[in-house]
Nanobody
Framework: QVQLVESGGGLVQSGDSLRLSCAASGPRFDNYVMGWFRQAPGKEREFVAAISRTGRSTYYADSVKGRFTISRDNAKNTMYLQMNALEPEDTTTYYC?????????????????WGKGTQVTVSS
């Protein structure tokens, strides 16, 4: 079983950058595809980005394409989300996830393990 812990959230101004990290514990980190999702209170969970086991393939929501970059370091059991040009609309809690499949029609369904989230707040 994989345990995931997010870090790196915080309060920034519009246009600023943040880098989120997701540290994984458990066996064989490189066995898992990974993803970032976000969810505001009372709203549905939203896919942000996903990455294949090797990191060679990445997937992004249209709302973040060109601004966010997902990456992973399998030697460090860590995944990252570099967020640039942040907008107030990006304000919410970000969750990392690990799973066995990437389903472009429903990324969340391929994930089995979830972190507790890290808050990102972007002021205008």
């Amino acid at each position: 079983q994989v345990q995931l812990v997010e870090s790196g959230g915080g309060l920034v101004q519009s246009g600023d950058s943040l880098r989120l990290s997701c540290a994984a514990s458990g066996p064989r980190f490189d066995n898992y595809v990974m993803g970032w999702f976000r969810q505001a209170p009372g709203k549905e969970r939203e896919f942000v980005a996903a990455i294949s086991r090797t990191g060679r393939s990445t997937y992004y929501a249209d709302s973040v394409k060109g601004r966010f970059t997902i990456s992973r370091d399998n030697a460090k059991n860590t995944m990252y989300l570099q967020m640039n040009a942040l907008e107030p609309e990006d304000t919410t809690t970000y969750y990392c996830a690990a799973g066995h499949d990437i389903w472009p029609n429903d990324y969340a369904s391929g994930m089995s393990y979830w972190g507790k989230g890290t808050q990102v707040t972007v002021s205008s």
